[in-house]
């Protein structure tokens, strides 16, 4: 059982980085040039091009957090469906295909719910900050 966990662990692992760094969610161009072309070639510049606030930074964090947390979900979706039809009719692995879909599924909400979270806690304290009600 643990061999066939370390195997698909692997197997989503090749699949991530392929994913990323295959279709350029991820890029070294920053070590020679700053996105907008403001870094001199050869220096070592922002990776996160101009920001300067931290809600910059988060938005940046999120926003890549969710590319990769996307990924994993399909493949996830994949394992799961999977393990339906693996069960063979054995009510124990249904209900252990059936509680990773779900786990799955809140996995997903939780993920791409994070920027509403993002915004109404921006908001707030914004708010609180300038004594608005």
């Known amino acids: ?11 989503i692992g090749i699949i991530m980085l392929t994913a ?4 350029g969610f991820v890029t070294t161009d920053y ?11 050869g220096t070592i510049c ?19 957090v969710q590319v ?3 990924i994993l979900a399909v493949v996830y979706l994949i394992l ?10 054995d009510p124990a692995k249904i209900k252990k295909a059936r509680d990773m ?14 920027q509403a979270i993002s915004i109404v806690v921006r908001t707030t304290i914004t708010q609180v900050g300038s004594g608005q009600q």
């Open 1 to 11: 059982m643990k061999k066939n966990i370390l195997i698909s662990n692997m197997v």
């Open 20 to 23: 990323v760094f295959g279709f």
């Open 31 to 41: 070590v020679y040039a700053a996105p907008d072309g403001a870094c001199a070639p």
């Open 46 to 64: 922002n990776p996160l091009g101009n920001t300067s606030t931290l809600d910059q930074v988060l938005n940046i964090v999120i926003s890549t």
């Open 68 to 70: 990769i947390a996307g």
């Open 80 to 89: 799961a469906g999977l393990k339906f039809v693996l069960a063979g009719g």
């Open 101 to 114: 879909l779900l786990y799955v599924v809140i996995g997903i909400a939780i993920i791409f719910g994070a």
